[in-house]
């Protein structure tokens, strides 16, 4: 006897948003990105393909990063000391796109400026032809204070700024708009704030399809269950129709990751534990992968090992549909 | 090109109109300054004059009631003159008036036909003895209790040791014409407590008195009531002094539990209530032993605390009081400052967050006489919902905080003389519009201000629908202080504290939270009970926010359903009343009695389907607009 898998059919879908503009888009990226455009709960193939596979971005810190894992310092050598060289060896290595993440500390250990962040854009740009998400240090006035002028040095790229938060998103929103690119909201864990904020940066005008959200995330062990639900739930509730839903999702594990202990401490652990580099990219891998599953459309990594084993789980995810 | 005449009541001569003039226009011309709070946008109705005779299109009614159009009202931002017309300019304090969507606290009323006599449980009779004699030798409280027997048909008479102390004197001393008050439940043949003995001179002098008592967790308030007339002489409120301990029953609850903390609080709340019947008794004359009856009404911890009982099972699961149904008290051992020997009522609840406020709310809010779906919400530091009818009641409860009464918010207050009370802003030059209670300087801003600016600010996009200030808004009244963003609602020169009255961020944060909980409360409330909110034919309000409620701003800001303006009705302080007709009436307390055993209370906390209401009614109105189509319609048209 046949059997006959139930197909669920949804009235809604996520949209679709395209990151990085080529030369004749008015951008100067060799490649872009187009994520989004699920029509079904992740991997439901029989019921309708995966539009856009899940994409990879690595992480690239904008100044030598101080409070990285010694495995991730050991993995990258003395690329970390310059963005632009970084960036060209995670395009080499396989990344779909760069997230250039700026702290606090801009050249010789000063403060992060505008000058010294748009110099860091520009020189990271002409090393790589990928798309670019760029992050502030996550301090409003100074996020602010850079992100403006770099989206203004970068009119067309449809960079996505970020982070646009509850409390901090109309100038960012506002330098998007005016400049041709995208932004990146980021809520604390929770269906109802990933749909506030949304509503708040469409209020502005930005269109829907140049918003990507990140609802925020666990590491594994450390509340994985917890972004895992939101992020279904938000899935539900645009698969279902709800506009202020639809929107992809970039997550980060590589973040979460490397400041768990078991990836982040090499000494003073249980023999049990294994392996500290393997079980820091095991560690990445897994947290990627079942965020994956729960819907994720952008995964930022920071091991290149990672990258290497979270890309072979989307081919295996996505075979039967390429087969 | 349409040529007419205008002419107005207090100008003599007529102006000239051309086409699609508006009254406000041509009033100006004519020399005369008609107020425009909103801006000319037709959202306030203040600027409704009155056209007596000739033809005009009214582009914009929203304000206007049918009996104000019936009586020829218009709004002179929305009106255009299309014919000769006569129009009256009322005054400005006619201009005053109550809108269509303002629903004011009825004031409080004797209940119909209270005759005390059949309905009072304390009653003063004037009894004229035959002093002893050596042919009668018969005992001083022998003489009384035979003379009241005679005169009311109480059996048995008790009374405290002190009354006896002073009977013989008193006796004397009145040439044995005295007036005795007790208390008796009424029926033939029982037992009666005697409250007090005085001479007839005195008594004839003065009002036998009650205090119906409202203990919120922010605001105490009392009415002195006259027992015989049941006319409430003084009403008063304070902010209860226990909030130094704590702003909601939780925090007063822990510190009432560690060392003498239970004692600081009832010295606290006592404080408070002496303090208003003293202010009272002065205000009226009366002395405060002719207080004979304390009816009192407030939440469970309330109680426990002003009576002195630990209150620490609220808190803990299973979350038990430990009395629901108190017995009749002496005023001596409660330590209210009226007669000692005086009884205290303390009126019954239902749960650990179902309190004596909410039964006798519902009694005032008469929920148990209509056959009609009501939702009655009691808007306080604890939000109390109640929804049903005369066949059923489910009720709930939920932590708002203070911010209605005007507490925890940099520049609230109670709503009392010199809080603002209702607010409009231009949208165009975003200039406020205060009414302030007693029309003067305002000191700060009442809970219904505060739900009138928020509305105001939303609409005119001071705020967002986060609640963020746009401080890129070219006005000086948006600014950032050390406090964050704030909007300043009137400056330092026309205020009474000669500071800025502002509202701020942590201040609309704080609104924000409050509201929440309360429309998180009762749309769970009747999803517990598969009833839809639109199926709900009245909402009763009540809550001691203000004298009165916009209904439109308050639906704007999302704390009311999205439902029509008729459905709703405000009734100021429901506990305080309640307690009034409880104090006043047996039945009315024996319906209390009734009303907490039969309601089913629904616990909140047991799953997570409050939380997810709470973080989507976060945001003005909420996160679901589709649940605010009024409002939706009214931001498209603004857009």
């Known amino acids: 006897m046949p059997v006959e898998i139930p197909k669920d059919s949804w009235p809604g879908s996520v949209n679709t948003v395209t990151l990085g503009a080529t030369g004749d888009q008015g951008g100067s990226r060799t490649s872009t990105v187009t994520i989004g455009g699920e029509q079904s709960l992740p991997f439901m193939h029989f019921e309708n393909p995966t539009p856009h596979r899940p994409v990879i971005a690595m992480e690239v810190a904008a100044a030598r990063p101080a409070d990285w894992s010694a495995v991730l310092l050991e993995a990258w050598g003395s690329t970390l000391d310059d963005p632009a060289v970084w960036a060209r060896a995670c395009e080499d290595a396989g990344a779909d796109l760069i997230v250039l993440q700026f702290g606090l500390k801009g050249s010789d250990d000063g403060p992060v400026s505008a000058e010294f962040a748009v110099e860091v854009v520009k020189e990271v740009m002409d090393s790589t032809g990928l798309p670019l998400v760029v992050l502030g240090p996550g301090q409003a006035e100074i996020d602010n204070s850079i992100l403006v002028p770099i989206a203004d040095a970068t009119k067309g790229e449809r960079i996505v700024l970020g982070l646009c938060e509850e409390g901090n998103y109309r100038t960012i929103v506002a330098a998007a708009m005016a400049n041709d690119h995208l932004v990146l909201g980021k809520t604390p864990m929770d269906v109802n704030l990933a749909k506030q904020l949304n509503i708040l940066m469409t209020d502005m005008g930005l269109p829907l399809d140049r918003i990507v959200m990140d609802p925020t995330t666990g590491a594994l062990g450390y509340g994985i269950e917890y972004g895992y639900s939101v992020m279904e739930r938000l899935r539900l509730a645009a698969l279902q129709g709800d506009a202020m839903t639809q929107l992809p999702m970039l997550v980060t594990p590589g973040v979460e990751t490397w400041k768990t202990k078991e990836s982040k401490v090499g000494a003073g652990i249980p023999d049990e534990w294994g392996e500290w580099a393997e079980r820091g990219v095991n560690w990445e891998t897994l947290t990627a992968v079942a965020l994956i599953e729960a819907g994720a459309d952008v995964v930022v990594l920071r091991h290149p090992q990672s990258l290497v084993r979270v890309r072979a789980a989307i081919a295996e995810l996505t075979a039967s549909e390429t087969a | ?639």
């Open chain 2, 1 to 639: 090109m349409a040529g007419y005449t205008a002419k107005f009541d207090t100008v003599t001569e007529a102006v000239m109109v051309s086409a699609g003039e508006l009254v406000v226009e041509v009033a100006d011309r004519a020399g005369i300054e008609i107020h425009q709070p909103c801006g000319g946008q037709g959202r306030c109705g203040r600027c409704a004059v009155r056209i007596e005779s000739g033809r005009v299109r009214r582009r914009s009614v929203l304000r206007l009631s049918q009996a104000d159009l019936d009586a020829g009202y218009a709004l002179a931002c929305q009106t255009v003159v299309e014919g000769d017309v006569s129009i009256v300019v009322p005054p400005p304090e006619r201009i005053q008036r109550r809108l269509t969507t303002d629903h004011i606290a009825p004031e409080s009323v004797v209940p119909e036909g209270y005759d005390p006599e059949k309905a009072q449980t304390v009653r003063r009779v004037l009894l004229s003895l035959s002093p002893p004699s050596m042919d009668d030798q018969t005992d001083d409280w022998g003489r009384v209790a035979m003379a009241l027997r005679r005169a009311t048909g109480v059996d048995r008479l008790e009374a405290s040791l002190e009354q006896i102390w002073h009977l013989g004197g008193i006796l004397r001393s009145s040439d044995w014409q005295i007036a005795v008050t007790f208390v008796a439940g009424g029926t033939e043949g029982e037992t009666a407590r005697l409250i007090r003995v005085q001479p007839a001179t005195e008594a004839e002098n003065e009002p036998l008195c009650g205090l119906a008592i409202d203990i919120g967790t922010t605001t105490v308030t009392i009415w002195l009531v006259d027992l015989t007339t049941g006319r409430v002489l003084h009403q008063a409120s304070e902010y209860n002094q226990q909030i130094t301990r704590g702003e909601d029953v939780i925090s007063r609850i822990i510190y009432g539990s560690k060392g003498a903390g239970g004692d600081d609080l009832r010295a606290l709340v006592l404080e408070t209530i002496n303090g208003l019947v003293e202010a009272a008794c002065r205000r009226t004359g009366i002395d405060h032993r002719a207080i004979a009856k304390a009816t009192i009404g407030g939440n469970s911890t309330m109680m426990h605390l002003l009576l002195g009982v630990p209150p620490e099972s609220i808190r803990l699961e299973p979350f038990v009081t430990a009395i629901n149904n108190w017995p009749l008290l002496r005023a001596e051992e409660v330590g209210i400052a009226m007669h000692a020997d005086g009884v205290v009522d303390a009126l019954p609840g239902v749960a650990s967050y179902v309190g004596a406020d909410i039964t006798a709310g519902v009694l005032a809010a008469g929920l148990r006489s209509t056959p009609d779906t009501t939702l009655f919400i009691d808007v306080g530091t604890n939000g109390e919902i109640v929804l049903g009818s005369s066949e059923w009641l489910v009720t709930c409860a939920c932590s708002a905080g203070p911010a209605f009464e005007g507490a925890g918010i940099l520049h609230g207050m109670r709503a009392d003389k010199g809080a603002i009370e209702e607010v409009w802003i231009d949208g165009n030059t975003y200039e406020p519009t205060c009414r302030v209670i007693g029309n003067v300087p305002p000191r700060g801003i009442c809970g219904s201000g505060l739900i009138s600016l928020v509305a105001e600010m939303f609409v005119t996009g001071i705020v967002d629908k986060g609640g963020h200030i746009n401080l890129t808004l070219e006005t000086p009244r948006v600014r950032r202080s050390v406090k964050g963003a704030e909007y300043v609602v009137a400056w330092a020169d026309e205020a009474e504290t000669d500071q800025d009255i502002v509202i701020t961020r942590v201040d609309i944060d704080n609104l924000l939270r409050a509201k929440a909980a309360i429309y998180a409360g009762f749309n769970v409330l009747a999803d517990v009970v598969s009833v839809g909110l639109e199926s709900v034919q009245k909402v009763l309000i009540g809550g001691s926010f203000g004298k009165y409620i916009n209904v439109e701003k308050a639906v704007g800001i999302g704390l009311l359903p999205d439902l029509p303006w008729e459905r709703f009705d405000y009734l100021g302080n429901t506990s305080v009343r309640g307690a009034y007709l409880a104090l006043l009436d047996r039945e009315a307390r024996a319906e209390i009695a009734r009303i907490a055993a039969s309601m089913i209370y629904i616990e909140l906390s047991a799953d997570n389907t409050f939380y997810e209401a709470f973080t989507s009614a976060m945001f003005l109105p909420h996160t679901d607009l589709s649940r605010f189509p009024s409002v939706a319609a009214a931001m498209t048209n603004e857009g």
